[in-house]
């Protein structure tokens, strides 16, 4: 199970880094909608990442 977490933590990693450009982008629309596309990022990180240990 380790096996795959790593890799996918680092493909997180190298999508996160090449994204900072993107997260600019958001937080120059609005605070509230950085925020909220923050939160709804977490939590699809965080539901695959649950999905898969569960495995």
């Known amino acids: 199970m380790k096996n795959k977490i790593i890799p996918f933590l680092s493909l997180v990693v190298a999508l996160s880094l090449s994204g900072c450009s993107v997260v ?16 709804i990022v977490v939590a699809v990180v965080v539901g695959i990442i649950y999905a898969l240990s569960k495995k």
């Open 24 to 39: 600019g982008g958001i937080f120059k629309a609005g605070a509230w909608t950085g925020i909220v596309v923050a939160a």
